[in-house]
């Protein structure tokens, strides 16, 4: 038995344990990822959508170190008792049982302390015993990192985590929450980024005051109008109003954009933003009314009946040019105004999907409802197309437009998708065969003759006819 690790140690025992770890559905694999990074945890793979499987031979230290699990359930209870996690717990264990069923509880209980000799003590245990599952105390979320100031709404401990690490927080970063609430995400980043600059803001004071005694920097004020100087910020991450139990959906309608208009202000030119929120149409709708954000990356999560998105937004690296007021548009290309076309790329090809006065020559930017309200790839370059008039135009405007296209077709070779700017010819049909000749006429005395007895027989009849009327 002297191999053993004696009881009672704490995580900084040696151990060798099968667990299973839970989580969120939707945080399992970078779960595996964090774990795959410690040497004393190998075998790791995802059972399930919420839980990870894995084989621990070492120190619980690395283990507890990770925030992204709530709790840690053994595999097997003899062998966690003998070289496991339960191992390093001190006799006589504290226990508690899960069941909802009262009965079903106390026969738990009863059967549990007889067998084992546990003491069973629901607010002070050391081990959770819920449906079969043998859950390890000291290596509960509250347990590792302490129970936070909470209010109903506040963020999911599980959820701040994610949202931390999709922010990717560099050591020498601002970082800003601007509905912090009770300070939840900003704990997270303090954790997983000590030497990150926080910055918490809230409109509600009992937040404010709730997240006060952890230290952080906070200020009273609304994301309509965040008090910090442009391109300041490297990291905003942020928990929305979902506007169910925090405002409404109505409100999220006017709260939205105005906060991705101050975000695209606040943010640095390489600048990242973290947002979750449920009214997912709200704030999709608000992206795409600013050019120079956009969406990265989204990620779903379910937890606690709720299935909110993470958004990761950046920067649109090229906006369009604005174009020119009509009135600086010559007469010659005056019907032109406003049109925009990619260089290199050719004509006639057109997309659908946006509105407004833009002209695609390749795949990328169609229209645009104002002027500069849509963001292209980097490679993207543009030109004003003025040289592309009505089919009227004037001769020197015929002329410009022919040499434009002229450089498209040698910019880019590719095949066109849709059709030329040249209207093509129509081949010459082939020639008519001849007619065959038509018959000789009557001669012109048979014709008169005819004509004569015509009208004897005219006037005979129509005499007739008068008489009958008579």
């Not at 049982?97 to 059967?111: N, Q, Y």
């Not at 067998?115 to 509250?142: A, F, H, I, Q």
Request: charged share 25%.
């Amino acid at each position: 038995m002297s191999g053993l690790p004696e009881p009672g140690r704490g995580v900084a025992a040696r151990v060798t344990d099968h667990l299973v770890l839970r989580t969120i559905d939707g945080a399992a694999d970078l779960l595996v990822e964090e774990l795959r990074a410690m040497p004393s945890v190998h075998s790791i793979h995802q059972t399930s959508a919420e839980t990870v499987y894995c084989v621990l031979d070492g120190p619980l230290d690395e283990l507890a170190a990770c925030a992204l699990y709530s709790t840690v359930a053994v595999r097997d209870l003899d062998g966690s008792l003998r070289t496991g996690v339960l191992s390093t717990l001190p006799p006589p264990i504290r226990f508690r049982v899960g069941a909802d069923d009262p009965v079903r509880r106390r026969e738990l209980i009863t059967a549990t302390a007889q067998r084992s000799g546990w003491l069973n003590r629901p607010c002070d245990w050391d081990v959770n015993l819920t449906d079969g599952v043998v859950e390890y105390g000291p290596l509960s979320w509250t347990r590792r990192f302490g129970r936070p100031e909470r209010l109903p709404w506040s963020t999911n401990l599980i959820v701040a985590e994610v949202l931390v690490r999709l922010a990717k927080i560099h050591p020498a970063s601002r970082v800003l929450d601007p509905f912090c609430g009770t300070g939840t995400i900003l704990r997270s980043v303090r954790r997983r980024v000590p030497t990150a600059t926080v910055l918490g803001l809230d409109h509600d004071p009992n937040a404010l005051t709730l997240a006060a005694r952890d230290g952080f920097p906070l200020v009273r004020g609304t994301a309509e109008a965040l008090p910090v100087a442009s391109g300041s910020l490297e990291r905003v991450v942020a928990n929305l109003p979902f506007g169910k139990q925090v405002g409404s959906h109505r409100a999220n309608q006017r709260l939205y954009p105005a906060f991705l208009r101050e975000l695209d202000r606040v943010l640095t030119a390489h600048g990242r933003a973290v947002l979750l929120t449920e009214d997912k149409r709200t704030l999709l709708a608000a992206v795409d009314r600013r050019p120079t954000l956009k969406v990265v990356r989204q990620r779903l999560l379910r937890y606690n009946g709720a299935t909110p998105t993470v958004y990761i937004l950046g920067r649109s690296r090229t906006p369009l040019r604005p174009a020119r007021p009509r009135n600086q548009i010559d007469a010659t290309n005056r019907s032109t105004a406003g049109v925009y076309v990619r260089a290199g790329a050719r004509v006639g090809h057109r997309c659908h999907h946006l509105a407004g006065p833009w002209i695609d020559l390749g795949h990328g930017i169609a229209r645009s409802r104002t002027a500069g309200e849509h963001a292209l790839t980097p490679a993207c370059a543009f030109r004003p197309a003025c040289a592309f008039g009505p089919a009227d135009a004037s001769p020197s405007t015929t002329s410009a437009r022919t040499e434009a296209r002229d450089q498209a077709r040698r910019r880019s070779p590719r095949k066109r998708v849709w059709r030329s700017v040249r209207p093509r010819m129509t081949p010459a049909l082939p020639a008519l065969p001849a007619l065959p000749a038509l018959p000789a006429l009557p001669a012109p005395e048979r014709i008169a003759g005819r004509a004569v007895g015509r009208r004897a027989g005219g006037s005979g009849g129509a005499a007739g006819r008068g008489d009958a009327r008579d």
